[in-house]
């Protein structure tokens, strides 16, 4: 897996764009992974890892790696959108070429900041963006069936099955709810997946929030989680303008103005890793003097697939991996040392790696 790429959307002045303008500021100034602009509305941040930052004091490392994560600001969403209203056909466009979205979603009052539709639900905000994935993904359903239901007369089986769950998917879709919600199998989503469903794609909701209400839900951010536990959804709390002051600190100021706040971790930090726990993701680790590197894979990934993640002539001549656990060989301060205790162990093709594991692959070239 490349670069995990989270969509952020909303409605207009629900704080989207500040957070955007925060995760940018936070990607510039990152020590070790300087912001880079793909385009005007994409930005890349680190993924927080102090494991890196320990490895590279250890080995004395020249480089430094992290794992990364794209946001892509989506904008230009209306009612009608999928329709075309507005800039619809780009918003959903850009929504299909991500991993998950982000939707960013008003859970504060300041008269000084109008809303669109004039008050603060975050309900029905939820409820219009949703309406207009659902109605675009009916569309998609819709005509996928009419092509498949001419395969139905020639007795394809597959083209049964995958009637069946279309027609499952357009009823729930019907009524407004995500194709999500349906919980799937994995070999029904195989049948569909190059359908490109937008509510398919996973989801969390960004609770934005007054400053004085980041260590308390209110009712807003109340009514949120309940509706995302209905969904199975995750809720990441944030302040965008607490975002937007964090990513002009230094780590060490950064750090002293979120323990004032009685937070260990920025609301960035926190949507990353909530990011990469709704798809399924973890990091492990490579060492040694030259780097100190983390390596996106899916979790139960076999070794000889994460070993690929770093080259395919790696993969294709893998004879073992050296690994030890990140603990103990910190504990223990070199990989001598934890090679001498019986702590490094080797590992094949099929070991399932595991969060954290500080690896070395040998190969044949």
Known sequence: MSNLEVGIVGLPNVGKSTLFNA??????????????????????VAVPDNRLDVLTKLYNSKKTTPASVRFVDIAGLVKGASKGEGLGNKFLEHIRQVDAIAHVVRCFDDENITHVDDTIDPLRDIDTIQTELCLADLDV????????????????????????????????LDNAKPARTLDLTEDELTAIRDANLLTLKPTLYIANVAEDDLTADNAHVKKVRELAAREGAQVVVICAKVEEEIAELDADEAKEFLADLGLDASGL???????????????????????CRAWTIAKGTPAVKAAGKIHSDIERGFIRAEIVNYDDLIALGSMTVARDKGLVRLEGKDYIMQDGDVTYFRFNV
């Open 23 to 44: 995760i940018t500021k936070a990607g510039a100034e990152a020590a070790n992974y300087p912001f880079c602009t793909i385009e005007p509305n994409v930005g890349v």
């Open 141 to 172: 359903v819709e005509k996928r069936l009419a092509k498949v239901a001419k395969l139905l007369k020639s007795g394809s089986k597959d083209a049964k099955i995958e009637s069946a769950i279309l027609e499952r998917i357009r009823n729930s």
């Open 269 to 291: 930090d926190r949507l990353i890793h909530a990011a990469f726990d709704l798809l399924g993701l973890m990091t492990f680790l490579t060492a040694g003097p030259d780097e």
